[in-house]
């Protein structure tokens, strides 16, 4: 029995996401898909303490010209925690290139928020076979451009955290004024305080060992980076490291902060869809 037997799919008109959840050799994962069924992939990973829903918004802008595939990383969303508590990254690739194969995708272009960047890497590290160009929004290239909290955000005594609480720890990854959606809140409650831990320090660890664009150097594959110009964990002004990529592609967004795929999904799935083949005339020129 195939995949797509286990699992039926979607007759490419958004509205009718198909959301499953696989069980794998080491815990479900969900996967959201929507789109045509024959167009050609977007594999979309969001960032640490936050789910496949915060693609929501950008969705629908996206898979009337592309299959649209999320995924939920381990502890995050709907997918169950790893056994043994394996957050690195490469852990995290593997994961992910595991569920492809089971849903039978063979290439995809895949796009990071935040540190889902890091994913998508980790999964092109591991099989350029599959990636076939990436795009990261948000993502930052090495430590020094990270904007350190004043305070760490939550305490293990603390957990489960308040609406209140989270939206203060949350209130930094978006720009001044906007207010987080209450089922990112809810999903984020849902986690462990170690699945939130886990995965942060999985992220400093692979930045520790080597900056992103010197990863990507590496790769050769295509690279589009989109950064919001108001970003408060990463300074902005980092983007312009992904330049020393041969080829990459950086624009900035004015006006929007840490997550444009929330705040401005026109403009994002404007640069994402050009940058991927479907020219929009709503695109803005990178800067």
Not at 27 to 54: E, K, Q, T
Not at 95 to 108: F, S, W
């Amino acid at each position: 029995m195939t995949p797509s037997d286990e699992h039926p799919q979607v007759d490419g008109t958004f509205g009718a996401t198909d959301e499953t959840v696989l069980p794998m050799e080491h815990g479900d994962v969900r996967v959201l898909r929507d789109g045509p069924l024959d167009a050609p992939v977007l594999l979309l990973v969001h960032g640490s303490a936050a789910s496949s829903r915060s693609w929501d918004a950008l969705t629908p802008l996206l898979c009337t010209h592309r299959r649209v595939i999320r995924v939920d990383l381990p502890g995050h969303g709907g997918s169950a925690e790893p056994p043994g508590g394996d957050y690195t990254l490469p852990e995290q690739g593997r994961r992910i290139g595991a569920v492809l194969d089971r849903l039978g995708v063979e290439h995809v272009v895949a796009v990071g928020h935040s540190s889902g960047g890091y994913a998508v890497t980790a999964l092109a590290e591991q099989r350029p076979d599959l990636v076939t160009a990436l795009v990261l929004i948000n993502t930052g290239p090495g430590l020094d451009a990270f904007i350190a909290p004043e305070r760490p955000p939550f305490s293990p005594e603390q957990w489960p955290p308040t609406d209140e609480q989270i939206r203060v720890f949350a209130r930094t990854g978006f720009r001044e004024g906007f207010r987080v959606p209450q089922e990112l809140v809810d999903e984020l409650r849902g986690m462990s305080f170690h699945a939130v831990a886990a995965t942060m320090q999985a992220a400093t660890d692979y930045l520790r060992l080597q900056p992103l664009p010197d990863r990507l150097t590496a790769l050769g594959r295509p690279l589009h980076v989109i950064f919001g110009e108001l970003d408060r964990r990463w300074r902005p002004s980092s983007a312009a490291d992904y330049r020393v990529v041969p080829g990459a592609r950086v624009d900035f967004l004015p006006g929007a902060g840490h997550t444009p795929i929330l705040e401005e999904p026109q403009r994002t799935a404007a640069l994402l869809l050009a940058s991927t083949g479907t020219p929009t005339a709503e695109a803005p020129q990178a800067t």
